[in-house]
């Protein structure tokens, strides 16, 4: 497989797992002095692996559409009045009373409001691809674009350890092209869950990476 022009790829996993990937947009290397880049609006769609698409859904987000975006009555609602302001304060107050009864969140919900807000203008794509040949070789990938921002970075990580949960422990790994993964392994039966007769969660392995 050919490294893209972004210097990221898919990794394949065994049937069943799941690569996320968080993707630093290329605009953002050629930013100089104060001037603005124009927002990475590429397809998304190199980052899917080819074969058997059994699903594949991507959106391009709202910058790709800025300017049909500003025309609308829903952007001049959320962005020209206070209904944008309230409706964040709303939904934020909800997510932190949701994320609150689960321990293995690391988010507010004022952060996962920002996370929402990312992703519904930068886009995302998420596609499954199987390997009837091979089934071990089947893939599934998430890519979220610029979610490996300086500003997004911590949030990010944070997020997908959230993921990860208490069934899985996640590894830092190194591969020999330099990239740096995070590799989500399932945690070990819990002995005393064992003996008490408690069937066993079903966990698999899934990696991130920048």
């Known amino acids: 497989m050919q490294r893209n022009p972004t210097g990221l790829r898919p990794v394949r996993l ?4 799941l690569t996320l990937v968080l993707v630093l947009p290329v605009s953002a290397h050629a930013q100089t002095g104060s001037a603005k880049p124009a927002p990475d609006t590429s397809p998304l769609a190199r980052y899917v692996p080819g074969g058997r698409i059994v699903y594949y859904v991507e959106f391009a987000g709202l910058d790709a559409h800025a ?5 609308t009555a829903a952007y001049k609602m959320l962005n020209e009045t206070t209904l944008g302001v309230m409706l964040e304060d709303l939904v934020g107050q909800f997510l932190e009373k949701r994320l609150g009864t689960n321990a293995e969140n690391r988010l507010s919900g004022s952060e996962m409001v920002k996370w929402l807000e990312h992703v519904a203008r930068h886009g995302f794509v998420s ?3 199987y390997d009837e040949k091979d089934p071990k070789n089947s893939a599934g990938v998430t ?3 610029g979610a490996a921002r300086k500003d997004m970075r911590s949030l990010s990580g ?3 350890l959230s993921m990860g949960g208490t069934n899985h422990k996640a590894e830092l790994t190194k591969q020999a092209s330099g990239r740096s993964l995070v590799v989500m392994k399932p945690a070990k039966p819990d002995p005393a869950a064992a003996k008490a007769g408690a069937p066993p969660k079903e966990a698999q392995t899934w990696c991130w990476w920048a």
């Open 127 to 129: 596609g499954f691809t």
């Open 67 to 71: 300017d049909a975006w500003r025309k």
């Open 143 to 145: 890519v979220f674009r």
């Open 14 to 17: 065994w049937c069943g797992a």
């Open 158 to 160: 944070r997020l997908l």
